[in-house]
């Protein structure tokens, strides 16, 4: 077995194509293409709902793209953007990755299971709400998990009560970066 240490320095993709983690929250993306690679037997599935009814929902942001109505070459910008979401799904097909475009998406599962059970999961997602700085927000939650939760053993509400006003800080100061842009 890994300590919480070992296994927050070895990402959820290599211990899952190693064989030592059964099953992870991952980016497809990424995590795909390593277990193909592997020659594990894998598959994907939607994140558990928390009660009985809820909807099944997953998380998406590969297709956040956008331009500023500001920037220095907005036409340019939009361009590509246009290509991202046109052409650029077919460049994706052809080099062998995961199209945004759901119906090439399909044509990419072809007869792997595990591709079909990952574009069914992510048929399911649903637009994220927006949270400027989202990766320093929640950066705390990766040290608080490892460390405290799993190699400290300290108790889980005891964990988040600490870390939850320094996240709240971070957030409420991104937001006012972010309003603050013209």
Do not use: C
């Amino acid at each position: 077995m890994l300590s919480a240490t070992e296994s927050q320095s070895l990402e959820g993709t290599d211990l899952l194509a190693t064989g030592k983690l059964a099953t992870s929250i991952i980016d497809n993306v990424i995590a795909i293409k390593t277990l193909e690679e592997s020659g594990v037997n894998w598959g994907a599935a939607l994140v558990p709902v928390e009660q009985k009814g809820d909807k099944a929902w997953v998380s998406t942001w590969t297709d956040g793209f956008g331009v500023f109505s500001k920037s220095k070459h907005p036409k340019e910008a939009l361009l590509f953007l246009a290509y991202v979401a046109t052409k650029g799904q077919d460049a994706r097909l052809a080099l062998g990755d995961l199209p945004l475009n759901m119906t090439l998406a399909d044509e990419w599962a072809g007869d792997s299971t595990g591709r079909q059970e990952a574009v069914t999961a992510i048929k399911q997602a649903r637009p994220l709400l927006f949270v400027p700085g989202y990766w320093d927000t929640i950066g705390p939650l990766y040290d608080a998990f490892y460390g405290d939760i799993l190699e400290d053993k300290r108790p889980v509400k005891e964990v988040m009560d600490e870390y939850a006003p320094q996240m709240q800080e971070t957030l409420d100061q991104a937001w006012e970066t972010w309003d603050s842009i013209k």
